[in-house]
């Protein structure tokens, strides 16, 4: 039997240890084959400091995400009009995000499966009850009078990352600036820009 060398380390050492050997073993093995052992292993630590702090492997992987997220942060743009919000917006999703996506839908099905949860319970306990970075783009947008808030529907809203999202699990590529523009000048933006009022005829 192989014996793996535990490592002293306390506190956020130690969890920020074994989070990145977590994220590393999703990586290289997805979550059909993502055990506790596994990532003790990865982290030389053992099983038992990892269910001190996680109580299955699910919990473990979505913490794993977070820890990731956290790392790679996509910051608010405020370019002074809500269409150079939504495109710098999405140019950071495809360059930070939209390969992370892809590798949650494509290789997370069993944890999905295990936990009878769904991608949009993900995001939800990625999220952690915060808003998303395009809600405050999108709120932005409806302060300054150019996106009327009647128009925001839940499915509306998703229109522009779900977009992305198609774009990179079709192509396994980060988006050309060209589409981003495409998706939110042709298609987001007609559907919630709000319209100047009509004049009275006298």
């Known amino acids: 039997m192989k014996v793996h060398k535990v490592e002293r380390r306390r506190g956020k050492a130690l969890e920020d240890a074994v989070l990145d050997a977590a994220w590393s073993e999703l990586l290289d093995a997805g979550y059909a084959r993502f055990t506790m052992e596994t990532v003790a292993a990865r982290a030389h630590t053992s099983r038992p400091v990892l269910y001190r702090r996680w109580q299955n492997r699910a919990d473990l992987a979505i913490a794993a995400i977070r820890h990731i997220m956290h790392k790679h942060p996509v910051n608010i743009p405020n370019t002074g009009n809500v269409r150079g919000d939504l495109i710098a917006l999405l140019q950071q999703f495809s360059k930070e995000r939209a390969l992370f996506a892809a590798f949650i839908s494509l290789q997370m099905g069993e944890y999905f499966s295990e936990t009878n949860s769904s991608l949009a319970d993900l995001r939800a306990s990625l999220l952690q009850g915060n808003h ?26 998703s229109l522009p990352v779900d977009l992305l999202r198609h774009e990179v699990l079709m192509t396994f590529k980060p988006v050309p600036t060209a589409v981003l523009a495409e998706v939110v000048d042709d298609i987001f933006l007609p559907l919630v820009r709000k319209q100047p009022a009509r004049k009275e005829k006298k």
């Not at 709120?139 to 809203?157: F, M, N, W």
């Open 132 to 157: 998303s970075q395009l809600d405050v783009v999108l709120a932005r947008g409806v302060e300054r009078g150019e996106i009327d808030r009647s128009k925001l529907t839940p499915r509306i809203v």
